[in-house]
């Protein structure tokens, strides 16, 4: 399918996605980032996709959410009671929530390869890829604090589980801007490089070498992953007790142990 404010590219099981407004420094319109729900969706039920690679067209990976937003905002909001007025609020927000969810509950990886800025919603869409992977002078910065909002699109609630809690609220106290470099001791970014180039290559590669394994293993740990988070070691230990029970004798895992006494790559089906 072809997208207003995304390019999409699918190769040898990766999917390229790339943001599309490279003008406003790919700030997100409602229409955007409506579109960004769909297409998380739809790549997680396509078959020829196992890894996501986000990145951005044009100086910067995103800017957040494009002003046109707030004027919207008020237009689909607007009440003669004020308690219908926010409970619009509410919906409006839980929407865009949902928007940046989509990124989260795709089954198959999502790594984000940042250059530039990634501030407000882009930092929001950032926490909630699988992996990051930033140039050394790319900017994060939680941006809501200076425009006096809460952040509510997911950074304060995945930035504590990526970081620790003090360097979390820094960034969201402060809405201080912190490069891709200074970031990688944090656990935000995952590596840096020199440049956007050296980054997209980088990122592009790892996609692939993950292409390359079992989907339904890969599908298994990050869903067990997530499950793990919100719960205690035992629970856990428990749900993959159940998912290897299940899922463990697969084909993939045949054929597996077949590439390996053979010593050559192993070809799963599709998905």
């Not at 980088?202 to 292409?211: D, G, K, N, R």
């Not at 719960?231 to 590439?259: F, K, P, R």
Request: with cysteine; proline share 2%; hydrophobic share 45%.
């Amino acid at each position: 399918m072809t997208y207003q404010y995304f390019f999409l590219d699918i190769n040898n099981f990766v999917a390229h996605v790339r943001f599309n407004n490279a003008d406003k420094a790919n700030a997100l319109p409602l229409a955007a980032w409506h579109e960004l729900r769909h297409l998380f969706e739809a790549l997680d039920q396509d078959t020829e996709v196992r890894v996501v690679v986000l990145s951005g067209e044009g100086k910067h990976f995103c800017s957040g959410i494009d002003i046109s937003v707030f004027t919207k905002l008020v237009e689909l909001t607007k009440s003669n009671c004020q308690a219908r007025t926010n409970e619009k609020l509410r919906r409006f927000i839980l929407d865009l929530q949902s928007c940046v969810t989509a990124i989260e509950n795709c089954s198959k990886p999502v790594l984000a390869a940042i250059h530039g800025s990634c501030i407000g919603g882009g930092l929001d869409i950032a926490t909630a890829c699988d992996m990051r992977y930033a140039t050394d002078n790319a900017i994060f910065c939680v941006k809501e604090i200076d425009f006096g909002i809460v952040a509510d699109l997911g950074t304060l609630q995945r930035l504590p589980r990526l970081v620790s809690m003090g360097v979390a609220k820094e960034m969201a106290f402060s809405g201080a801007t912190y490069t891709g470099k200074s970031l990688v001791n944090c656990g935000l970014v995952n590596a840096a490089f020199a440049t956007a180039e050296e980054m997209l290559q980088a990122t592009l590669q790892e996609a692939a070498t993950i292409a390359e394994k079992s989907p339904l293993t890969i599908r298994g740990i990050k869903q067990v992953l997530a499950y793990s988070v919100d719960h205690s070691i035992a629970d856990g230990l428990n749900y993959v007790a159940t998912w290897n029970s299940a899922m463990m004798l697969s084909n993939d895992m045949q054929e597996t142990m077949q590439a390996l006494f053979a010593k050559r790559k192993p070809k799963f089906e599709e998905n």
